[in-house]
Antibody
């Protein structure tokens, strides 16, 4: 059974940086599609980023230019580097496995999420 | 981006009753590309349904999804106490994937 595990959450001041990591059992994070989804306190789910096995990465408009996704092939983990953090970035960050279905009219992969990690809590506050 | 509107915000029902959750899309969802997730407090979401009506592995058959185009429904027949949770729909007809605001199901 696929199990995802996030780590690296914590408290950071506005403008600061934080790095999350995502690993898995029974699944290679660096060889498959993998995504980040976040959930602000008491709110719904928001897609953050997706990484394709070939290395292509897409970001939500709300984080583009501030967040960077990368892979550590030696550890088989995924990193989410979050810079210039804002109060509104406060959320639980989940890594999740996209289940590829097709491509949309723009040629972008479309998918639902079939496995989720337990989440890493990020609090941005002064 | 395709917006999803879920209703009602909260459903409060007794065990054994039927829950009807609605999810409306701002645009036509091709091939009924809509998924439903269940999320219990303090836990991560769990996939219930994909393709609007295909139950995920291990999901009890009291959960059933239906609908097409812009209007979708998740029906929970014979509510059990463990069905108390938030339920979210997600469209994957176009990128980026988007989620509805959720419906909270409370068991009296």
């Amino acid at each position: 059974e696929v199990q995802l595990m996030e780590s690296g959450g914590g408290l950071v001041q506005p403008g600061g940086s934080l790095r999350l990591s995502c690993g898995a059992s029974a699944f290679s994070v660096t060889s498959n599609y993998i995504a980040w989804v976040r959930q602000a306190p008491g709110k719904g789910l928001e897609w953050v980023s997706v990484l394709y096995p070939g290395g292509t990465i897409y970001y939500a408009d709300s984080v583009r230019g501030r967040f960077t996704v990368s892979r550590d092939f030696s550890e088989d983990t995924l990193q989410l580097q979050m810079n210039s953090l804002r109060v509104e970035d406060t959320a639980v960050y989940y890594c999740a496995t996209p289940h590829p279905v097709d491509y949309d009219r723009s040629g972008l992969l479309i998918y639902y999420f079939d496995h989720w990690g337990q989440g890493a809590r990020v609090i941005v506050s002064s | 981006e395709i917006a999803l509107t879920q209703s009602p915000d909260t459903l409060s029902l007794s065990p054994g009753e039927r829950a009807t959750l609605s999810c409306k899309a701002s645009e036509f969802l091709r091939n009924n590309f809509l998924a439903w997730y269940q999320q219990k407090p303090g836990q991560s979401p769990i996939l219930l349904v994909s393709g609007a009506s295909s139950r995920a592995t291990g999901v009890p058959d009291r959960f059933s999804g239906s609908g097409s185009e812009t209007d979708f429904t998740l029906l929970i027949s014979g509510l059990e106490p463990e069905d108390s949770a938030m339920y979210y729909c997600q469209q994957y007809s176009s990128s980026p994937p988007t989620f509805g605001g959720g419906t909270k199901v409370e068991i009296k």
